[in-house]
């Protein structure tokens, strides 16, 4: 970005129009701000086209956390909406040398966590829903059948259960999900282990 | 020699062993997400998501305090207006002070909210601020409902003192039903401000306290 902005600076002081803008001391002002609101414009653009390939590229991860904590599909657009806005808004302050992976996670986390909402559906009503929506797609049945087991397992947990287990299905490792939640990565262990636990219980019973 | 081979290559894959191994579902589950993903959205939608305004908790509050703002500029002039009519003038120091006051608190409590919309800090210490503020927020509902309380028991019993000893000239035993009648007012004032405080932000900070006690 700051390489472009340079570049950028330069064909202004090339620039006719900008350079007799100068030159004449009443507008030089004036031309300044035009260079700045230009600059800002710019500026504005290409971190736009920067967030929209991280956006691209790493879709999946705000859509794994919108899947973990919202049922309906509405829902999951208006926390999806809410998530992609707070990365937008805190986007000028990423730091290139952080990981976006754990920049993002813990914003998204950190969205969907806070976020108020109206009492949930039934659990079983949910699941119905989402079988007829398998049922329409071609996929193996008893892949879907075992992943809707764990959706519906995932579903009875906490929001501090749901976040570990939705980091540790997604192979991020002890200490990234430690950066990610602020807990020592020992706690983490015995918090995933006791999840792991739950969750297997869960499943055998379903 | 061909349903052997399938029977084979049934067995070679892992999760079919135990069906609910989570470290099976883990690769199942990565790319239904990841197929899911790219229908869910596309850039353009992005893009319309990005010039939008957000719902969440603290965007409201800072809403609410500058819709508060706005609210209190025309408040000020109409109660200016009221004094001057009422020909009773307030040194302009105190207009000052209090117009100040009003808006310096607002303009602490929004940038202490801004500070709180930087989310990318870890959950866990995301959580415990959400908790300051919302406590903050209780905090201020209590005080109000306690003063709000006071001020609906000293004003029922002042109008029965007005209208009873003052314009009819009963005896001073009189009052005692009024009283009883401001006593409960001030108890329903002070417990409806405290449900409201309650439906406001009770709920969402007793799942905010859960979340971060299942951290810690």
Redesign the interface.
């Known amino acids: 970005v700051c390489g472009n902005i340079l570049f950028l600076k330069k064909i202004c002081h090339k620039c006719k129009f900008f350079s007799k803008l100068a030159t004449n001391g009443i507008y030089t002002l004036q031309a300044r701000c035009i260079l700045i609101f230009i600059l800002k414009k710019t500026q504005k653009n290409l971190m736009?086209t920067a967030?929209?390939a991280h956006?691209?590229a790493h879709?999946?991860l705000?859509?794994?956390v919108c899947?973990t904590f919202e049922r309906d599909d509405d829902l999951r657009?208006?926390l999806?909406?809410?998530i992609?806005?707070?990365l937008?808004?805190?986007f000028p302050?990423?730091q290139a040398a952080a990981k976006w992976t754990t920049?993002a996670y813990?914003?998204a986390?950190?969205?969907a966590?806070?976020?108020?909402?109206k009492p949930q559906i039934a659990t079983a009503e949910w699941s119905d829903t989402f079988e007829r929506r398998l049922a329409d797609t071609p996929y193996d049945s008893?892949?879907d059948e075992?992943?809707t087991?764990?959706y519906v397992a995932i579903n009875q947990l906490?929001?501090?259960?749901k976040?570990l287990i939705l980091l540790y299905?997604?192979?991020i490792s002890y200490a990234e999900i430690a950066?990610?939640?602020?807990?020592t990565e020992n706690n983490v262990g015995v918090k995933l282990n006791r999840i792991?636990t739950k969750?297997?219980q869960m499943?055998?019973a379903s | 020699m061909l349903p052997n081979l399938i029977f084979i290559l049934k067995n070679m894959n892992p999760?079919d062993h135990n069906?609910?191994d989570?470290d099976g579902?883990?690769s199942?589950?990565?790319v239904?997400?990841?197929t899911?993903?790219?229908s869910?959205?596309d850039?353009q939608q992005?893009?319309t998501?990005?010039q939008?305004?957000?719902?969440?908790?603290v965007a409201r509050f800072q809403r609410n305090l500058l819709l508060e703002c706005l609210t209190a500029v025309p408040l000020f002039i109409g109660a200016y207006f009221l004094f001057e009519a009422l020909n009773k003038q307030l040194p302009p120091l105190v207009w000052l002070g209090i117009v100040i006051l009003t808006f310096s608190y607002h303009i602490y409590l929004y940038v202490t909210l801004k500070k709180q919309?930087?989310?990318?800090?870890?959950?866990?210490?995301?959580?415990e601020m959400?908790l300051a503020e919302i406590r903050k927020f209780m905090k201020m509902y209590e005080i109000i409902a306690i003063l709000f309380s006071i001020i609906v028991f000293f004003a029922t019993l002042f109008q029965a003192y007005a209208i009873l000893i003052l314009r009819l000239k009963l005896g001073v035993l009189m009052l005692v039903p009024q009283f009883c009648i401001a006593a409960l007012a001030s108890a329903g004032a002070f417990f409806f401000t405290h449900w409201l405080a309650n439906k406001l932000y009770g709920q969402?900070y007793a799942?905010?306290q859960?979340?971060?006690a299942?951290?810690?």
Request: with cysteine.
């Open positions: 736009q967030f929209l956006i691209t879709k999946a705000i859509y794994k899947h657009r208006d999806f909406q809410d992609v806005l707070h937008w808004r805190a302050n990423f920049w813990r914003i986390l950190n969205v966590i806070t976020k108020r909402r008893t892949t075992r992943l087991a764990l906490n929001a501090a259960e976040a299905l997604d192979d950066e990610i939640i602020g807990i792991k969750l297997k499943l055998n | 999760s069906p609910l989570l579902l883990k199942l589950w990565n239904e997400m990841q899911e993903a790219e869910f959205s850039n992005i893009l998501i990005m939008q305004k957000t719902t969440s908790t919309a930087e989310a990318s800090v870890p959950l866990a210490v995301f959580l959400q969402h799942t905010l859960e979340c971060y299942a951290l810690k």
